[in-house]
């Protein structure tokens, strides 16, 4: 089992900035993948970016790309989300995930979300 732990998120003014963290803890040695995803009401979870735990390849939306930067201590297992240049449209709630994968199988370990409203 693996738990994820949240904290940063609030309210910002379009052009602000903001930093998401999160923690992991528990068994994480078959996780592959942490990172962020966001959903916004009436709409589907996707994802914002991710990084690799071994290796520290990283994924971003396109949507995202060139104001969000995501990174990662693997000796703190924990991973952040620093967020420039908000704009509205980012506002959502924003998930911390870890993706577990052997030979045969994937698990998606998710947070408890927490808030971001970026308005004026």
């Known amino acids: 089992q693996v738990q994820l732990a949240e904290s940063g998120g609030g309210l910002v003014q379009p052009g602000g900035s903001l930093r998401l963290s999160c923690a992991a803890s528990?068994?994480?040695?078959?996780?592959?993948?942490m990172g962020w995803y966001r959903q916004a009401p009436g709409k589907q979870r996707d994802l914002v970016a991710r990084v690799a735990t071994r290796g520290g390849h990283t994924n971003y939306a396109d949507a995202v790309k060139g104001r969000f930067t995501i990174s990662r201590d693997n000796a703190k297992n924990t991973v952040d989300l620093h967020m420039n240049n908000l704009r509205p449209e980012d506002t959502a709630v924003y998930y911390c995930?870890?993706?577990?994968?052997?030979?045969?199988?994937?698990?998606?370990?998710w947070g408890q979300g927490t808030q971001v409203t970026v308005s004026s």
């Open positions: 995930n870890a993706l577990e994968s052997g030979s045969y199988y994937s698990w998606d370990y």
């Open positions: 528990g068994n994480l040695v078959s996780i592959k993948f």
